[in-house]
């Protein structure tokens, strides 16, 4: 009985030695390895929006509109709200200065920001007031983006809206969703 246990012992051993060999060759860990980055690229100028400097655009679709890829569009506070809606169709990065008082408001027209290319990077607005027939606040199709630092409120259907999008982060945002309950009464 002893030598069975032994023999079956010695044959566990070697199944496991086996199993451990098998893991090693052909890994499966299911991780896609991606060797473009979530980072937009920040290569190029920095368009201003707002301020008193020379060169500084008063709305922030000029600015875009101007912008090439891997650009950085800066919006100051002091002329805000900006009330527009905006379209960025480039590889650039939208930045504002504060959060809180860096405002987006899409009047109530269409989309507040939609995003139509990739490696695009938003970061410290408030986007606010899209219209009730629109999608969302922030809306689009993108790869490797980031959103960050933002509140996106007030925007009648949805804050943020990614479709047949990759690859992207979304960090530190605060979306708030309204949720209206109507009772029926027969």
Known sequence: MIKILGVM???LIIKIIILLLIVSINPSSGIILEKESIE???TGSILYVGGNGPGNFSKIQDAIDNATNGDTVFVFDDSSPYFENVLIDKSINLTGEKRHSTIIDGNQIGNTVVISSNHVNISKFT???CSFSSIAGVWGSTNYSKISNNNIFFN??????LFCSNYN????????????????VS
């Not at 982060?169 to 029926?184: A, S």
């Open 127 to 129: 986007i606010q007031n």
């Open 40 to 42: 937009p690229i920040y």
């Open 9 to 11: 012992y010695k044959s």
């Open 169 to 184: 982060g979304i960090w530190n945002d605060y979306v708030y969703i309204f949720v209206f309950f109507i009772k029926f």
């Open 156 to 161: 009648n259907r949805s804050g943020l809206v």
